[in-house]
């Protein structure tokens, strides 16, 4: 119990982790008139669409990239801890389903992990 709890909390603080750096990577200045200017938080150029349907696509592609490296090693980090559980269960059949259920868990995500990019140009196509 002690490790899916471990888990949780350990996938919350990844996800705050990405929200941080994505507004960290912003930038708003004040013009001397006191309006905002958010001019430097998007770099699409609105002029020609196909320029900005390009950028688009190439962010939403570092985007799919980067979750798919996180959710590959938390799929990963899910199977070895249930393969340590498992080895120091002792016959324990409590901590044993704690075990395969962590790496039955691990697999089912490495497999979301893989089919990521097709899900993902099924919404972005859909539309």
């Known amino acids: ?3 899916v709890k471990l888990l ?4 919350i603080l990844l996800m705050q982790m990405m929200v941080f750096a ?3 990577g912003a930038t708003a200045t004040a013009n001397p008139s006191g309006k905002l200017d958010i001019s430097g938080l998007s770099n699409v150029d609105s002029s020609d669409s196909t320029t ?3 950028n688009i696509q190439k962010e939403l592609d570092k985007w799919i990239t980067n979750l798919r490296t996180i959710g590959a090693v938390v799929a990963i980090f899910g199977i070895v801890i249930g393969g340590i559980l498992f080895s120091v269960s002792l016959g324990n059949s409590q901590r044993r389903g704690l075990a395969i259920s962590s790496m039955l868990s691990g697999g089912v995500g490495i497999v979301i992990v893989a089919k990521a990019p097709a899900i993902a140009g099924y919404f972005i196509n859909a539309g």
């Open 52 to 54: 900005s349907a390009k």
């Open 1 to 3: 119990m002690k490790a």
């Open 8 to 11: 949780m909390v350990m996938a």
């Open 22 to 24: 994505s507004v960290a």
